[in-house]
């Protein structure tokens, strides 16, 4: 089970941290994704992070606003999220895959939380 916390109203610009926590086993042998999905859009692929940590990747309209990171102890994936656009504005999802460094594509995630409302608005 994932469970996604962290989401709010902010303004553009502002920073806004996003986490996930899941429950049960495997969570070191598996890789977590954020994707989002805004109103009327199919879900996207955000960033994502391998089962070690080491490897993470970024869609194009993220890099170097978002990063993301993982607590294996806490069994939490995070993803920090500065200088905040509206167009950042989605419902946030985290998911895990046992592909070791995670995908970009949604149907390669076994299990997912239910969503999390980020908003960006002034």
């Known amino acids: 089970q994932l469970v996604e916390s962290g989401g709010g109203l902010v303004q553009p610009g502002d920073s806004l941290r996003v986490s996930c926590v899941a429950s049960?086993?495997?969570?070191?042998?598996?890789?977590m994704g954020w994707f989002r999905q805004a109103h009327g859009n199919e879900r996207e692929f955000v960033a994502t992070?391998?089962?070690?940590?080491?490897?993470?990747s970024y869609a194009d309209a993220v890099k170097g606003r978002f990063t993301i990171s993982r607590d294996d102890a806490r069994q939490t994936t995070s993803l920090q999220m500065d200088s905040l656009k509206p167009e950042d504005t989605a419902v946030y999802y985290c998911?895990?895959?046992?592909?070791?460094?995670?995908?970009?594509?949604?149907?390669?995630?076994?299990?997912w939380g239910p969503g999390i409302q980020v908003t960006v608005s002034s």
């Open positions: 998911g895990t895959s046992e592909l070791y460094g995670g995908s970009r594509y949604p149907t390669e995630y076994d299990y």
């Open positions: 992070i391998s089962w070690s940590g080491r490897s993470v």
């Open positions: 049960g086993n495997g969570f070191q042998t598996h890789s």
